[in-house]
């Protein structure tokens, strides 16, 4: 099992970041690469506080002008918190996907999804490679 940072941010490969905020909570959200390809986001939907999220099931649902997509858990956990902000005002994810733009905070009862993640590094491998599939 890998060491864990609080602040520290790994990637999924469904375009969500996770950031450690202590031993137990983390907190998710989109990256500039998913906002920035979908577009102007106009419509958010999320769990309740208390839900379980299955890592790779989905859990909620963004809608914005270059279309929907469902949001994968990257982690398992029970969500603890939700960005009314972001519900109210979706567009704050394109502003600021990082501080404002947050999507949930959970506590995972496992840090070893965590751990799974990809580093910024390799996520960044991993975008140059989807891009070239794409063309």
């Keep these: 099992m890998g060491v864990r940072t609080i602040g520290e941010i790994l990637f ?3 375009h969500l970041w996770v950031r450690m905020d202590d031993d137990i909570r983390a ?3 989109v ?3 998913f906002q920035e390809k979908m577009g102007e986001i106009y419509s958010l939907r999320l769990p309740e506080e208390g839900e379980e999220l299955i890592k790779e099931e989905a859990f909620g649902i963004l809608e914005a002008k270059n279309g929907r997509r469902e949001l994968t ?3 398992s956990g029970e969500v ?3 960005n009314y902000e972001a519900l109210e005002v979706p567009e704050i994810i394109n502003d600021d996907p990082w501080i ?3 999507l949930i905070k959970l506590e995972m ?3 070893q999804e ?3 993640l990809l580093t910024e590094e390799e996520y960044e491998d991993y975008l140059s490679e989807e891009e070239l599939e794409e063309e």
């Design 80 to 82: 603890v918190e939700i």
């Design 109 to 111: 009862p496992a840090g």
């Design 31 to 33: 990256t500039d690469y």
């Design 73 to 75: 858990a990257p982690i």
């Design 12 to 14: 999924s490969r469904d």
């Design 100 to 102: 404002e733009g947050w």
């Design 114 to 116: 965590f751990d799974d």
């Design 27 to 29: 907190t998710l959200g």
